[in-house]
């Protein structure tokens, strides 16, 4: 079993910026895969970024030139850089893992973007 805990998410101005952690701890052999993902109140929860082992990205284009995805392998950490924040950004941001064929999910952190 992995465990995922998200940190960093909180209220911020528009424009402002905010950095998300989640690091994974527990049964941990070789992750291929973390991301980011998040979810607005009754919608599907969409894709932010993800990072591979070896440090290939993928964003959604809502958040690409202002959202910045990284990890630490020595820590199984992976962090999203947040700038330019909008109003829109607000929602659950959960981190994900990929290991073994098995996705793992974290319980969320809220990111609020007042106007």
């Known amino acids: 079993q992995v465990q995922l805990v998200e940190s960093g998410g909180g209220l911020v101005q528009a424009g402002g910026s905010l950095r998300l952690s989640c690091a994974a701890s527990?049964?941990?052999?070789?992750?291929?895969?973390m991301g980011w993902y998040r979810q607005d109140p009754g919608k599907q929860r969409d894709l932010v970024a993800v990072?591979?082992?070896?440090?290939?990205?993928n964003y959604a284009a809502s958040v690409k030139g202002r959202f910045t995805i990284s990890r630490d392998n020595a820590k199984n950490t992976v962090y999203l850089q947040m700038n330019s924040l909008k109003p829109e950004d607000t929602a659950v941001y959960y981190c994900?893992?990929?290991?073994?064929?098995?996705?793992?999910w974290g319980k969320g952190t809220l990111v609020t973007v007042s106007s």
């Open positions: 527990g049964s941990i052999r070789s992750i291929n895969v």
């Open positions: 990072i591979s082992s070896g440090g290939i990205t």
């Open positions: 994900k893992v990929f290991q073994g064929g098995i996705n793992y």
